[in-house]
């Protein structure tokens, strides 16, 4: 079973940073992109930044200059840092990995991790 696991979250007023941290177990392989997506109540889940082979990043127009997507040496771990916090980050963070396990290729999820910005 390929399993993500994320940390990071929490409560943080405007203005503020937080690191989250996406763990990949090593049933997964062969990764050809990590990333975080995001969804808040309301509203459909969105892409906020990804990482793919080649070290190619891509982030949404909102979170350009503020958040930063990388991996560890051995790719087994994807972090978003999160700088300049708006309201307007408050969602549920989700970690995505595509790439290979023993069942074949497919895109695998994270439980989520809850970001909360508020004064």
């Known amino acids: 079973q390929v399993q993500l696991v994320e940390s990071g979250g929490g409560v943080v007023q405007p203005g503020g940073s937080l690191r989250l941290s996406c763990a990949t177990s090593r049933s997964i392989f062969s990764i050809t992109a990590m990333g975080w997506y995001r969804q808040a109540p309301g509203r459909q889940r969105e892409l906020v930044a990804v990482i793919s082979s080649g070290a190619i990043t891509n982030y949404a127009d909102s979170v350009k200059g503020r958040f930063t997507v990388s991996t560890d040496n051995g790719k087994n771990t994807v972090y978003l840092q999160m700088n300049s916090l708006k309201p307007e980050d408050t969602a549920v963070y989700y970690c995505?990995?595509?790439?290979?396990?023993?069942?074949?290729?497919?895109?695998?999820w994270g439980q989520g991790t809850q970001v909360t910005v508020s004064s």
């Open positions: 995505n990995v595509k790439g290979r396990s023993n069942s074949g290729y497919g895109s695998y």
